[in-house]
């Protein structure tokens, strides 16, 4: 493909291993949480004492990479490699703690049913609590390397980030604004913080992902440090003979064949398309690679061992 190129996978992920934290996003259903696994294997692989930490509320991140369940407490699941479920009560406790200087205090104030409840109403309180839970673990915490926080789906995502921002422009100057300002630091410099937006290869899904990392980069800040294109099919330039067996055993085959040709096709064309019109949208030119569709999906560590390995170029 002339216009379409995508990057080496092996060159994003060197380049994202040089940051603290990486935030992953994506719409519902585009594969994010098995992005950051993947993503977080493969810093791992390079040395990097990562955490994986993410909102959703099933297990799943813990089943793909072999263990049961999803806790609210970092568990090591392979060398350097740390997964947690962010609790947003939990985080209020724990971020409430650091900023207090003491968690004792904090567990006091924020564990007061009356102020628990007042809490509850204070809009955006949970996803700056989050946020800033993320953001100490991979700035000023002394744990990890990087912290890859897989985060709100897109549709939300410029509003949860943006939360610092609103604070230092809204609240008194106190430590919740301090805070707030390192927040914003961190998210504004490229060295330290990125986004890895993934999306299907389809025209209109990675029209709305350079439009978000163009929010991104105008209104929080924060620089994109790849787009993933996920669940991507093998596109192969060749046609099926003429004469195709329509009846009998092999036609279920055949016709399943040709479906697979033409969705590969499509994709092809889609993608094409993408990379063609972003200058005129004045989309600009970002790191971006594809993951092949499984179609097994990415259940198992043997799972994303076969996944990086392909990836890799390698067998696996």
């Known amino acids: 493909m002339a216009g379409y190129a995508p990057t080496a996978p092996k060159a994003v992920f060197d380049a994202l291993a040089d ?96 102020i628990e409840r007042m809490l509850g109403a204070v809009p955006g309180l949970d996803d700056y609590a989050v946020l800033g839970k993320s953001w100490h673990e991979a700035a000023r915490g002394e744990d990890y390397d990087t912290v890859i926080f897989d985060g709100p789906a897109s549709g939300h995502l410029v ?24 927040v914003v630091e961190t998210l504004r410099n490229p060295a330290h913080a990125a986004a890895v937006l993934v999306g299907l290869p389809e025209l209109w899904p990675l029209t709305e992902l350079d439009e978000l990392a163009q929010a991104l980069r105008e209104d929080v800040g924060l620089a994109t440090g790849a787009v993933v294109v996920n669940k991507a099919w093998p596109r192969v330039d060749a046609e099926l003979p003429s004469a195709r067996f329509e009846t009998g055993s092999d036609a279920a085959a055949w016709h399943g064949l040709g479906r697979a040709l033409g969705r590969g096709r499509a994709e092809s064309e889609a993608l094409e398309s993408w990379s063609a019109e972003r200058p005129r949208r004045g989309g600009e030119e970002l790191p971006q690679f594809e993951i092949p569709f499984v179609a097994q999906g990415l259940e198992s560590m043997p799972d994303f061992r076969a996944l990086r390995a392909t990836l890799a170029g390698g067998a696996a």
């Open 19 to 114: 940051r603290k934290l990486l935030v992953v996003s994506g719409k519902g259903g585009v594969g994010r949480t098995s992005v950051a696994a993947l993503v977080g294997l493969e810093l791992a692989a390079r040395g990097r004492r990562t955490l994986v930490a993410t909102t959703g509320h099933d297990d799943r991140l813990a089943w793909m990479l072999g263990e049961s369940k999803l806790h609210d407490e970092a568990k090591e699941v392979a060398p350097r490699l740390w997964i947690q479920r962010l609790v947003p009560k939990t985080c209020i406790r724990e971020y409430g703690g650091i900023m207090m200087r003491s968690q004792r205090l904090a567990n006091m104030v924020f564990g007061n049913r009356v």
């Open 159 to 182: 509003l949860n980030l943006g939360v610092p921002r609103t604070i230092v422009e809204t609240a008194p100057r106190g430590i919740l604004v301090d805070e707030a300002i390192s």
